[in-house]
């Protein structure tokens, strides 16, 4: 079991930086590929980023490609998501996930395990 609980979300204007933080109990943090995931009112939940275990693999959705960057700390049992040059389009709940690691981390809502609960992310034009 991991729990996952995500934080550092709120209003920034257009052009803006956030970053998210979502720490994970449990003892085998390492043994997990991580995600960020996104879902919009009204909108189905899309792929933001996700790493691997060790910290390679790094992939990304093509609208954050070269904007945002997920990192992990595996002596701390977090995952990291850094927003820069942030977009009103970008305005979602954001959550991170675990994915049991099988090979190359998944950009698919369903091959991961265990999700966070969200935390909220608002960029005014």
């Known amino acids: 079991q991991v729990l996952l609980v995500e934080s550092g979300g709120g209003l920034v204007q257009a052009g803006g930086s956030l970053r998210l933080s979502c720490a994970a109990s449990?003892?085998?943090?390492?043994?997990?590929?991580m995600g960020w995931f996104r879902q919009a009112p009204g909108k189905a939940r899309e792929f933001v980023a996700t790493?691997?275990?060790?910290?390679?693999?790094?992939r990304y959705a093509d609208s954050v490609k070269g904007r945002f960057t997920i990192s992990r700390d595996n002596a701390k049992n977090t995952v990291y998501l850094q927003m820069n040059s942030l977009k009103p389009e970008d305005t979602a709940v954001h959550y991170c996930?675990?994915?049991?690691?099988?090979?190359?981390?998944?950009?698919?809502?369903?091959?991961?395990?265990?999700w966070g609960q969200g935390t909220q992310v608002t960029v005014s034009s």
């Open positions: 996930a675990a994915q049991r690691v099988v090979g190359i981390p998944s950009m698919r809502a369903d091959n991961y395990d265990y």
């Open positions: 790493i691997g275990s060790s910290g390679g693999m790094a």
């Open positions: 449990g003892r085998s943090f390492s043994s997990y590929a």
